[in-house]
């Protein structure tokens, strides 16, 4: 069904690190890859932006903003030319733009397709954010725009570049934890401001799983190696709350897998979680928190005692800069990323599952 | 439907605690309560015993076994008279024994109803332990055979004589975390020897969820202070493992409460776990372990902040021990154990929803 075997490039102890690590050492002559940032919100100007000055193949050479005064501020801070500063009609027009080889698409998610593939149409790779869209079907237009231009399609998930998250898959695959039998992941945050687009059902395509449980999910699989067989699924919102009118608040549920390891995922938009624990039949690994910009922390449990492990070398200086340099790395050698537009489709598959079983009260087979 | 209301019991800060304590200090003169251990195993022999050295008002005065060479050693060891052994067909005769005012039923969970309604019936109070009886049909006619003989009948949760577990429910009901919104909760160890009786349904009544899950189970209620109205299961059971032949292994199941708060529960017999986190809407409280024999440590999120917080005193020298003074408490002020054969009874149903969720794939409602 998908372009990869997931399950083949991550069984193999810790082959994701691995090719990871391998894609930083092989390619370090490779030309840098030019990105346009497509919209700059809080994200893409606080966070991602600062990260290329620790990036070793990626530049920042174009960006896409409804707002020109921002787009130009922004501009003369990264060295930016006026002729690269696009807005969402003009953006097609990057195709006649040589110093831009791909796009950063950082905007609500029922955006996602559509600036995904108008680049593609362009010429230009991209990188998404996570989720990748609002549902599966766009998800496969993405990647069939991407794949007839020749392009490659990248999802955002920036913890295939985390040390301590690669650590924890490297150990699990080595055993240390004997046979995993079960995952709790535990992802949100205590929602502010009503308006925010991302409790807009239209622009966010869901609530608290579009956002943090994603990582959850991400979580479950990455750490097992496996692809699930069956969800259920439930939620809890507060409707009569000016945050939830639109979008769920805590949502729970459970995913099989074939291996017969359980996974619990949660998240939440009126509750502060980042947590994953993933037990086995000789201990545990925990991460917490386990995907937060910094400060993330794993410990081991086996036996009577409990130690911190430290965080090896990452594939980068950041998750950030590393993740960005991948795609670049993926353009010079050719290469699929690790975290391709399949792997953005399997995740948006089975958050369309978790909503039908919610909906439903009943398990749903994958 | 129940005798007293529990969460009537749990809902106003620490009641619990406080009723705990109150009994312990109220009752410092009552008569000593004198218990037969019904059955020598491990739990009898190794924790329960040497316990009623810490007690205040419960002293151990008769033994009921099935091996009368391993009854006479301990009948010597804390002074219990040659006439005051029972095995389990002269049980009975309890009835005629004034030095016996209650039995402590540590069997296998099928004998549980058997040995309580035979103790009812000699006149005898009863302490049962967890869980409860095999069905919920069995707790009902338990309960009905100690109403019907005056007597008291509490079951064996220690944890509600615990101090760190009595911290938390205060804690939250104190609003420490705000509002309630998730709890995880997960018990389990790694079964060995597959003839253990656990391990037979017949005489388990169930698997982890039986023996361990039930843990997982009080802790989502005493913790929330609320009846579930919904529950959604997953099993995972790997039958041709000689030991998980005839009950589950792992076990999921997540309960919805009223007020909105959820909690993923969890027990498995292939993997080690004791933890418990509960997170509401400004931080989290973790009891890891949570509910072992010793070494239980609460800790406390707030903001950014993690920290561990002391354990106040408890209701007795030990969770044992005041867990076996809280029925001699009960007894002679006349007032219902707060781990009554009705909570243990609640337990049984929700026991029975969860199995019933996880055979038909369905959300079962309560």
Redesign the interface.
């Known amino acids: 069904m998908d372009g990869i075997d997931r399950r083949g490039v991550l069984a193999g102890g810790g082959a994701l690190a691995a090719a990871a690590l391998a894609a930083r050492a092989g390619a370090a002559d490779a030309k840098p890859l030019r990105y346009a940032i497509v919209g700059l919100g809080y994200y893409a100007v606080n966070v991602i932006l600062p990260q290329f000055a620790n990036c070793r193949s990626s530049r920042v050479t174009g960006l896409v903003s409804g707002d020109p005064a921002k787009a130009r501020r922004i501009a003369a801070q990264y060295g930016v030319p006026e002729r690269s500063i696009y807005n969402y009609q003009n953006y097609d027009r990057i195709a006649d733009n040589p110093d831009i080889d791909a796009v950063y698409v950082i905007l609500p998610n029922s955006m996602h397709a559509e600036y995904t593939i108008r680049a593609a149409k362009a010429g230009k790779h991209v990188l998404c954010e996570k989720p990748m869209s609002n549902t599966a079907a766009e998800a496969e237009a993405m990647i069939a725009a991407c794949k007839r231009a020749g392009k490659k399609l990248m999802i955002g998930y920036r913890i295939h570049f985390e040390p301590n998250n690669l650590n924890a898959i490297r150990l699990i695959r080595e055993g240390a934890i004997?046979?995993l039998?079960?995952i709790?992941a535990?992802h949100g945050f205590?929602q502010g401001d009503p308006s925010k687009w991302r409790l807009k059902k239209a622009l966010s395509g869901g609530g608290s799983l579009a956002d943090m449980g994603i990582y959850s999910l991400q979580a479950a699989r990455y750490l097992s190696g496996e692809e699930p067989n069956?969800v259920?699924a439930?939620t809890?919102?507060?409707r009569t709350d000016p945050r939830f009118h639109e979008v769920e608040d805590?949502i729970?549920w459970?995913l099989?897998f074939p291996s017969?390891?359980?996974a619990?995922c949660?998240s939440?938009y009126?509750?502060?979680?980042n947590?994953v624990?993933a037990?086995?039949?000789s201990?545990?690994l925990d991460l917490d928190p386990a995907t937060s910009y910094e400060g993330i922390t794993l410990r081991r449990k086996t036996g009577d005692r409990t130690e911190t492990v430290p965080a090896p070398a990452g594939p980068g200086k950041t998750m950030f800069a590393a993740q960005l340099d991948h795609l670049a790395d993926c353009v010079a050698s050719g290469r699929e990323p690790i975290v391709s537009g399949e792997e953005g489709l399997r995740d948006m598959r089975i958050i369309e599952a978790i909503y039908r079983s919610a909906q439903t009260?009943?398990?749903v087979d994958l």
């Open positions: 004997g046979k039998r079960f709790d535990e205590v069956a259920l439930r809890s919102t507060d805590l729970q459970t099989a017969g390891a359980v619990s949660m939440s009126s509750s502060a979680h947590h624990r037990t086995g039949s201990g545990w009260g009943r398990t």
